[in-house]
């Protein structure tokens, strides 16, 4: 099969093939899917077509969401902690995901496709919040046809600067899958580029698990902010003479702190993402010693036995 006759088979099958990338890049694949919904909204001639194409994403989208919806109900934080530590991008911290999630409620779950990192963290949130399932199932489905409509809608609008890219892709053999490559390489790049950048900003002075519990019952003891979100929190208690903090208001939590004394924050992201995120932020503010808790809140509860 050459690559006209893909492009037909495709053009033949819209339908199948929103559902499929859509399903696999909600599980969590990394498989782009707006440049296919714009494609497919390019390649759609009826509005009869492109309501089918826009149900199937959006029941692809619940599919993935309520799979990942159970087993954040089922399994709680450890399908949450698992989810960063397989994810490409460890910036996107889950306790920094709960804290919004419960400051916004469902309207999270209707902007959360539109955020990189929020999309799968959000729904396995939402299941271990307990959220009840007609009101997740309500908003993460207006979410989804937002989100899938929007591109579907771009498609069809640019449909002829689409279409003027993509022909003489399709006369010239390979030039179709350079194209879908290229796309697909494109964005593993930008999640690696993040890591990368995570990575790099992980780079600067930690506290070690023992050494803060020796200075939390000294004369001086350090400000230590826990960043944990609620569901952890319930599951293994606070941290004994710890700031609860919230990383959306960091001048909140450190403005009665001197300039020069020692914070410390804690988390429990793999990779302690959200505690380096934090302390940067910190020492942006003025703060000449913040020092985010190497290995994070496992760390404390080990040191502290």
Excluded at 24 to 41: M, R, W, Y
Excluded at 54 to 69: F, G, K, Q
Excluded at 130 to 149: D, T, V, Y
Excluded at 264 to 274: I, R, W, Y
């Amino acid at each position: 099969m050459d690559i006209a006759e893909l492009t037909r088979t495709v053009e033949q099958n819209v339908v199948w093939v929103a559902f499929v990338n859509v399903l696999l890049q909600q599980l969590g694949f990394p498989i782009p899917a707006i440049p296919t919904l714009l494609v497919i909204g390019s390649l759609v001639a009826q509005p009869s077509i492109a309501l089918l194409v826009l149900a199937a994403a959006v029941l692809a989208s619940l599919i993935a969401d309520l799979a990942w919806y159970s087993a954040g109900r089922m399994f709680g934080y450890r399908v949450l902690s698992g989810l960063c530590t397989l994810s490409i991008n460890p910036g996107s911290c889950v306790s920094k995901t709960e804290t919004r999630f419960l400051r916004w409620g469902l309207r999270s779950l209707v902007i959360a496709k539109f955020v990189p990192g929020f999309s799968i963290v959000a729904p396995p949130v939402a299941g271990s919040l307990k959220m009840p399932l007609p009101s997740f199932l309500a908003a993460a489905g207006l979410g989804a046809a937002l989100w899938a409509g929007m591109a579907i809608a771009a498609g069809w609008i640019f449909r002829t600067q689409l279409q003027m890219v993509m022909r003489p892709l399709t006369e010239h053999g390979n030039g179709l899958l350079i194209l879908v490559v290229a796309v697909a390489g494109g964005w593993i790049l930008w999640k690696l580029w993040h890591k990368y950048r995570f990575e790099k900003l992980a780079r600067m002075p930690h506290i070690a698990a023992h050494e803060l519990l020796g200075l939390m019952h000294s004369a001086t003891p350090p400000l230590v902010l826990d960043f944990r979100g609620p569901t952890l929190r319930a599951e293994n208690g606070n941290i004994s003479g710890a700031r609860l903090a919230d990383y959306d208001r960091l001048d909140a939590a450190v403005r009665d702190w001197p300039k020069d004394a020692l914070i410390v924050t804690v988390c429990a992201c793999p990779q302690g993402a959200g505690g380096i995120q934090a302390a940067r932020s910190i020492k942006a503010m003025g703060f000449a010693d913040v020092r985010p808790l190497e290995g994070g809140f496992k760390a404390w509860r080990e040191a502290a036995r």
